[in-house]
């Protein structure tokens, strides 16, 4: 140790160093204990993470198999026990748009995913007035699945079989055939032809309908 310029040979910035150029001396001020903590230990964390992110096979780890999970335990909570191939044809629609417990899933689909176009009570923002008689696509009620699922892609319509279930397009189709009828707050001005009525809604039954 050299001299101290009348500092002392050690205090609470650490002990000088023993090395001088031009008079200047240098304190020895290792990082403190926390920083090396964090430092190393994000390093580890980082090896740890990046093992368990990509190379494990334990899915439970990766966020898209924890959201398809939650999504499979959310659609047995909202459909239960029904088929999950259930076809889309009328009865099976009609069977549908009788339950209230299925109509009140269709009205959160719909307010979820198509309010934003067709508006909260089906009258029509940029996408079609749904409470008219009139349809561009559709013809008879089994068209609503279909024009559901493939969208009108160049229209600005959607195709919704990759992001919603199979099931929740089914009440989905059944809840918009639900809405011809209704009473919107502003309508947009009708579009396409004027198709005939829908079968009756008929009683509502737990089970649906048989071939289904
Ligand atoms: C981004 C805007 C947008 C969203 C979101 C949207 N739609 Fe549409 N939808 C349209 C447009 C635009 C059309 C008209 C297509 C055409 O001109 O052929 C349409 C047409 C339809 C039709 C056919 C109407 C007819 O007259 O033939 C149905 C049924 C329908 N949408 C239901 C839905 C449902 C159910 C959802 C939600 C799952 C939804 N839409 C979400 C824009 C949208």
């Known amino acids: 140790m050299g001299d101290t310029n009348g500092l002392p040979e050690r205090d609470r910035y650490g002990s000088l160093l023993d090395h001088e150029y031009d008079g200047i001396r240098e304190y020895d001020n290792p990082t403190p204990g926390w920083w090396h903590f964090l430092f190393i230990g994000s390093i580890v964390f980082s090896v740890i993470y990046a093992g368990m ?14 959201w398809t999970k939650a999504k499979i335990e959310y659609d047995r909570l909202l459909f239960g026990d029904l088929p999950e191939n259930m076809e889309a044809n009328e009865a099976n629609l009609l069977w549908f748009m009788a339950s209230d417990g299925f109509m009140s899933v269709g009205a959160g689909v719909f307010a979820t995913n198509c309010a934003q176009c067709h508006a909260g009570d089906g009258g029509g923002i940029n996408g079609p007035n749904l409470t008219d008689d009139h349809y561009i696509n559709v013809k008879q009620l089994a068209d609503f699945y279909d024009v559901v699922s493939d969208g009108v892609v160049v229209k600005g319509m959607p195709a919704w079989d990759k992001r919603l279930s199979h099931n929740e397009r089914l009440v989905v189709a059944a809840y918009v055939a639900t809405l011809r009828g209704t009473t919107p707050a502003a309508g947009e001005a009708p579009k396409g032809d004027e198709i005939a009525a829908f079968p009756d809604v008929p009683e509502e039954t737990d089970e649906p309908p048989a071939g289904g």
């Open 53 to 66: 992110m990509h190379l494990s096979t334990e899915s439970k780890w990766f966020p898209i198999d924890r």
